[in-house]
């Protein structure tokens, strides 16, 4: 069994910043990945940023050069930092992970969500 458990939503004002965290636990025998994906009011869930064991990391175009992804050593930890934040960002933002639970077994795991709001 696997948990990932967000933190670090809220309201904050257009103009200003927040930073969520993801910790993973549980049945984990390597993380592949993890990532940040959004989901606003009547629209699809979309990816906003994902970082690789590897370090390797991709934005969505919407955040590029305002939000930044990082992640621990021991990669059960990712980072969003949220800066110069717009109405636009309102959204439920999940975490996710692509990892192995054993040497042959992976899957793709979720978060239950943080909200962010931001007001003009």
């Known amino acids: 069994q696997v948990q990932l458990v967000e933190s670090g939503g809220g309201l904050v004002e257009a103009g200003g910043s927040l930073r969520l965290s993801c910790v993973a636990s549980g049945s984990i025998f390597t993380v592949v990945a993890m990532g940040w994906y959004r989901q606003a009011p009547g629209k699809q869930r979309e990816l906003v940023a994902t970082?690789?064991?590897?370090?390797?990391?991709n934005y969505a175009d919407s955040v590029q050069g305002r939000f930044t992804i990082s992640r621990d050593n021991a990669m059960k930890t990712v980072y969003l930092q949220m800066n110069s934040l717009k109405p636009e960002d309102t959204a439920v933002y999940y975490c996710n992970a692509r990892l192995y639970t054993d040497p042959r077994n992976w899957g793709d795991y979720w978060g239950q969500g943080t909200q962010v709001t931001v007001s003009s």
């Open positions: 970082i690789t064991s590897g370090w390797n990391t």
